[in-house]
């Protein structure tokens, strides 16, 4: 199957700092990436689409100030956290689409002290 | 509104006992549903896809199929390597790659 990346796997970092995360599709192509966040114990929660050359469409409640998304080419998405704070410590997720099936990076775990 | 729910939200069971978990959906055309297997701390590990009622697909001890509303994974014979948490998620008709997941099955197989 296709194979996504994401780096970091993992970060600490302090309140009030922004923090990116990379997602990369390594052997494919992907007009569409997704991300998702997911707590402790509980389902994916997708957060916005991120569509090639154009702005991401963000789900309902998901702060699109806070959570920048950009997808620069065909094999990179990047998730901007701003200003992080405690509440948005959580375990991050990307995946990408090949053929109508999605494929999972395996996330990144974002801890804010 | 499009929704997605799976049963047991936990099951235990003994190595050898084959069972089945269920994964119910309400959506208004149904493009593809997916399972997934996730482990703690990694991303969900594509399983399979089923587009039409009566599809099923086999990958070793595990078997999905299809119906009008919902969806099963039958797992035969598990190992205690198939513990995880097992995800199921639907494609509406007009979300193009847009999924929707269920909250998941935990599933624990004891030796």
């Known amino acids: 199957g296709a194979v996504v990346s994401q780096h970091p796997s993992w970060v600490i970092c302090k309140s009030g700092t922004s923090v990116k995360i990379e997602c990369r599709s390594l052997?494919?192509?992907?007009?569409?990436m997704f991300w998702y966040r997911q707590f402790p114990k509980q389902s994916l929660m997708l957060m916005a689409t991120?569509?090639?050359?154009?702005?991401?469409?963000?789900e309902q409640g998901v702060e699109k100030d806070k959570f920048l998304i950009n997808h620069a080419s065909l094999t990179l998405s990047t998730l901007t956290v701003t200003s992080a704070h405690p509440e948005d410590s959580s375990f991050y997720i990307c995946?990408?689409?090949?053929?109508?099936?999605?494929?999972f990076g395996p996330g990144t775990r974002l801890t804010v002290l | 509104e499009d929704q997605v729910t799976q049963s047991p939200e936990a099951l235990r069971l003994q190595e050898g006992e084959s069972s089945s978990l269920n994964c119910s959906y309400t959506?208004?055309?149904?493009?593809?549903l997916f399972w997934y297997r996730q482990d703690p701390g990694k991303g969900p590990e594509f399983l399979f896809t089923?587009?039409?009622a009566g599809e099923e697909k086999e990958k070793e001890r595990l078997k999905a199929t299809l119906t009008k509303k919902e969806s099963f994974l039958h797992i035969t014979a598990p190992k205690p390597e198939d513990s995880a948490t097992y995800l199921c998620?639907?494609?509406?008709?007009?979300?193009?790659?847009?999924?929707?997941f269920g909250p998941g099955t935990s599933l624990s197989v004891i030796p």
């Open positions: 995946s990408a689409t090949q053929f109508n099936e999605q494929f």
């Open positions: 052997d494919f192509q992907a007009t569409t």
């Open positions: 991120s569509n090639e050359g154009s702005k991401a469409t963000y």
């Open positions: 959506v208004s055309g149904l493009r593809g």
């Open positions: 089923l587009y039409s």
């Open positions: 998620a639907v494609q509406e008709g007009t979300s193009y790659d847009k999924v929707i």
